[in-house]
């Protein structure tokens, strides 16, 4: 494996940087665990791994609802109550027994308003020798903005975090979090207020009016959507439009599309529409009152873009921790790296295939560009599937994975693209929905983008020499691959046909030249 020790010194890292994942600083975030006590549910998270983008070692969820009846008896939920501590003893020892104490554990809305919050606090420590931090809003919308900036790093726009009794918003600048307010618009709080439907939307009309004078708008306003009610949401916007890949984190939305699902929502039968998408009865009961609020935020704060963020406080917990030269690096590349560097044959050969096939894309943006160095990373870490299967595995991998900066369009295409590097002819098969996401153009740079891959997997030496350099030109439809010495014994038969077939692909002829 190709780490940061003195022998990396001599090697031109280029575009990738030298890998962090390694340095004692990064190796200190291998498991990390937090708690995050919530209005609705408390949720134990352990990170594995000091990639930039997080991967979940472990992740449970229990539905508690402390939370609920606040707004009128002032308490925590006595049962809520009663099912918290018991999930919080029962992640003690899951954490003691994976190595991982102490853990970090917060709690939010219903735990600092409530007047028995601190005593609830006081008895997790006596019971369970977890100290919880009880967060004010303002600190939990930092931290939930600052989980937007583990997936997006350098993002600007406004970060709206839902809970069951608040919701927060903080403003997103050149990758730093400004502004912050918080409300009591969380769904277990509208719904104590009397008065029926019509109050409660006067209600959270007013309130919206409020955060946005406090909040202003941002000039080409991107809308990032944190928690579980607006998740739920989606994946109900998801079912309405009959979206064939269901992964959450990145999903965009549109403001006439809230519009559309919020009446899709009224017209349903919930428990059915619950069923088709998999939302859990607590968490269904709330997206009435959810949808409410965010159709009152979108026509407020009028969003370009809207997007769904998988990634929140507990996350914004992780990054908090995390060295500024690493929250710095691109989650998508130090998540493909740290793959190939535990799963790959020969782990450092995606950034040498990166240089070989990026002359194929001359006009290919910053974006495009770190589609390719992720797929050439990830282009042999599937190598222990069936051979059978061992595209099929590569494509569900790219478009299902817990990658962080990712557009779903940008999934498929980089699954595609590995198809492409372990098959000829891969079939669309019950992949065609998804490839029917990208047009012609896209298509067909992502096969060329896997034949290039695929024939650069036949030429490799070591992690560190390059095979030989590939040079496009369109005016006279040439392919020209130029081999080093010692790649030349590797270019035989099937590494030929490999190369005939990526000049047919680019509508052209390959010419081949061999070291003197």
């Given amino acids: 494996?190709?780490?940061?020790?003195?022998?990396?010194?001599?090697?031109?890292?280029?575009?990738?940087?030298?890998?962090?994942?390694?340095?004692a600083a990064a190796m200190g975030l291998g498991r990390v665990g937090v708690i995050d006590v919530g209005s609705n549910s408390v949720r134990m998270v352990v990170f594995d791994g000091a990639a930039r983008s997080p991967a979940y070692f472990y992740n449970e969820k229990i539905m508690c609802g402390l939370g609920a009846g606040l707004s009128e008896s002032g308490r925590l939920n006595p049962e809520g109550r009663v099912r918290a501590l018991s999930a919080i003893r029962r992640f003690a020892a899951l954490a003691e027994g994976m190595g991982i104490t102490p853990l970090t554990a917060v709690a939010t809305a219903a735990v600092r308003e409530a007047s028995d919050g601190r005593d609830?606090?006081?008895?997790?420590?006596?019971?369970?020798?977890?100290?919880?931090?009880?967060?004010?809003?303002?600190?939990?919308?930092?931290?939930?903005?600052?989980?937007?900036?583990l997936g997006w790093p350098g993002s600007y726009g406004l970060v709206c975090d839902i809970g069951g009794s608040s919701l927060e918003l903080a403003d997103l600048a050149e990758g730093r979090v400004g502004r912050r307010v918080t409300s009591p618009l969380g769904p277990l709080k509208l719904r104590d207020i009397k008065g029926g439907k019509k109050a409660k939307k006067a209600h959270i009309n007013e309130v919206m009016t409020q955060l946005h004078t406090e909040m202003g708008t941002p000039s080409a306003m991107r809308l990032f959507l944190v928690g579980g009610s607006w998740r739920a949401i989606a994946r109900i916007d998801m079912e309405r439009r009959g979206h064939p890949l269901t992964v959450?984190?990145?999903?965009?939305?549109?403001?006439?599309?809230?519009?559309?699902?919020a009446d899709?929502?009224?017209?349903?039968?919930?428990?059915?529409?619950?069923?088709?998408?998999?939302i859990s009865d607590s968490r269904m009961s709330l997206v009435p009152l959810a949808i409410l609020v965010l159709k009152s935020l979108v026509r407020k704060f009028k969003p370009k873009d809207i997007a769904i963020s998988s990634y929140g406080i507990r996350e914004g917990m992780l990054y908090e921790q995390m060295p500024r030269e690493l929250r710095e690096r691109d989650p998508l590349i130090e998540a493909c790296r740290f793959a190939e560097s535990k799963d790959a044959r020969l782990p450092g050969f995606g950034r040498i295939l990166y240089d070989f096939v990026k002359p194929l894309f001359p006009r290919a943006n910053w974006q495009r560009k770190r589609i390719i160095k992720a797929a050439c990373l990830l282009h042999d870490v599937s190598w222990r599937a069936h051979p059978d299967y061992r595209a099929e595995v590569t494509f569900d991998n790219a478009t299902r994975a817990n990658l962080g900066g990712l557009k779903h369009y940008e999934r498929v295409f980089m699954g595609l693209a590995l198809m492409y590097r372990y098959t000829s002819k891969p079939g669309g098969g019950r992949f065609s929905d998804l490839i029917d996401m990208l047009d012609d153009r896209q298509i067909k740079d992502a096969e060329i983008l896997g034949r290039?891959?695929?024939?650069?997997?036949?030429?490799?030496?070591?992690?560190?020499?390059?095979?030989?350099?590939?040079?496009?030109?369109?005016?006279?439809?040439?392919l020209h691959l130029r081999l080093t010495k010692n790649a030349e014994p590797l270019f035989g038969e099937v590494a030929e046909a490999r190369f005939n077939a990526l000049a047919t692909a680019l509508n052209g002829t390959g010419k081949v030249k061999f070291a003197k």
């Fill in 1 to 23: 494996m190709l780490g940061p020790d003195s022998s990396d010194d001599a090697i031109d890292w280029g575009g990738f940087g030298r890998p962090l994942f390694e340095d």
């Fill in 248 to 261: 959450l984190h990145e999903y965009r939305m549109t403001a006439r599309q809230v519009s559309k699902t």
């Fill in 264 to 278: 899709y929502i009224a017209k349903s039968d919930l428990q059915e529409l619950r069923a088709k998408c998999h």
């Fill in 120 to 149: 609830f606090r006081d008895e997790v420590e006596r019971k369970t020798g977890i100290k919880i931090w009880i967060i004010d809003g303002r600190e939990e919308a930092r931290l939930s903005a600052q989980g937007v900036l």
């Fill in 452 to 478: 290039a891959m695929r024939l650069g997997a036949m030429l490799w030496v070591d992690g560190k020499q390059d095979p030989g350099t590939l040079k496009w030109k369109p005016k006279s439809g040439e």
